[in-house]
């Protein structure tokens, strides 16, 4: 079933796509390569693993598209090495991807259900990923600072523990709008000073918790 040579047109069609959409980094193009996005969706849908949209998993969530997964990991810009936290486990596949880059990787999730089944997927692979369930939106203080940030659900502001868990020069990526269509804003960390560029035109899940939606 999970054999790696199953998908392998599908893939290749995966990585075509994100070259013509602008993905240049070869190390992301890779990694999103080699993972099986098949391992991290619900069965009635691994036929469909490989095309570029989101497929619903448990609680109502979803795996994000290939795409937007491709364009947030290069924004991130990861160094082997780099500390890394990530809101919003899901299935689990973008923190396999951050891991497999070589960075030590946190992850967060509200749903515990969905962290369960995320971790037998990460113990499975061979993934040392820290995670626990809670509300992302104050962060992980315990493991600050944080050399990127990636929040994988819709916020309708950037919440503030956020930014004082990045590190200098760190990264922040995350979606902000409202719940209909987001931009996707990059928040770098220059010595305190926190400047912003914005990718528009997405669509996340929401963003639940104390400095999110309600
Ligand atoms: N990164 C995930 C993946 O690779 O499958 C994408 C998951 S989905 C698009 C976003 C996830 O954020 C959902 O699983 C949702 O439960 C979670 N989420 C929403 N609000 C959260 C919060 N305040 N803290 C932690 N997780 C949250």
Redesign the pocket.
Known sequence: MNSPNKFRNEKEEMISLFRSRGIKDESVLSVMKKIERQL?VDEAFVPRSYEDC?LP?S?S????QPYT?AVMTELLQIKKGDKIL????????????LAELGARVF?????SD?LTK?RLVFAKLGYNIASKT????IGWSEFAPFDGI?V??AAPEIPEPLLKQLANSGKLIIPVGDLNSQNIIIVTNDNGEFVEKKIEGFK???????L??K
């Not at 990530?86 to 991807?97: C, D, L, N, P, V």
């Open positions: 991290f989101a998993i609680n969530q979803t795996i994000s997964v990530e809101i919003g486990t899901g299935s689990g596949y973008q923190a396999a991807i992850t967060i999730e509200r749903f969905l995320a809670g509300d992302g939106t990636i994988t659900a996340f899940v929401p963003l639940v918790g104390k999110g939606w």
